[in-house]
Nanobody
Framework: QVQLVESGGGLVQAGDSLRLSCAAS????????AGWFRQAPGKEREFVAA????????IYTASVKDRFAISRDKAKNTVYLQMNRLKPDDTAIYYC?????????????????WGQGTQVSVSS
């Protein structure tokens, strides 16, 4: 079992920055990759970014590639999402997830542990 707890969400204005954190506990040595997803009101949950835990390889969805950065601190078992130049369209609940399966990039169904989510709201 892996437990994931997100933090760092909040209400900001367009153009501002936020850094989300996701602290992992439990059987963290099994983590192959971690990812961030988001779900806006009335929309399906979508992939945002992922990182391979051991080597730090990253992947992003096109809409955030030049604005967001995913990183991890292996010593702290924490994954981060630095979000810059935020837009109202970035408003969503952001979820952290992890996978033990060694496929890269991880298919959505490979993620087997999820956090509870943290709200990010961006006003225009």
């Amino acid at each position: 079992q892996v437990q994931l707890v997100e933090s760092g969400g909040g209400l900001v204005q367009a153009g501002d920055s936020l850094r989300l954190s996701c602290a992992a506990s439990g059987r963290t040595f099994n983590i192959y990759a971690a990812g961030w997803f988001r779900q806006a009101p009335g929309k399906e949950r979508e992939f945002v970014a992922a990182i391979r835990w051991s080597v730090g390889m990253t992947i992003y969805t096109a809409s955030v590639k030049d604005r967001f950065a995913i990183s991890r601190d292996k010593a702290k078992n924490t994954v981060y999402l630095q979000m810059n130049r935020l837009k109202p369209d970035d408003t969503a609940i952001y979820y952290c997830a992890s996978t033990r399966n060694s496929r890269w990039p991880p298919p959505r169904n490979d993620y087997d542990y999820w956090g509870q989510g943290t709200q990010v709201s961006v006003s225009s």
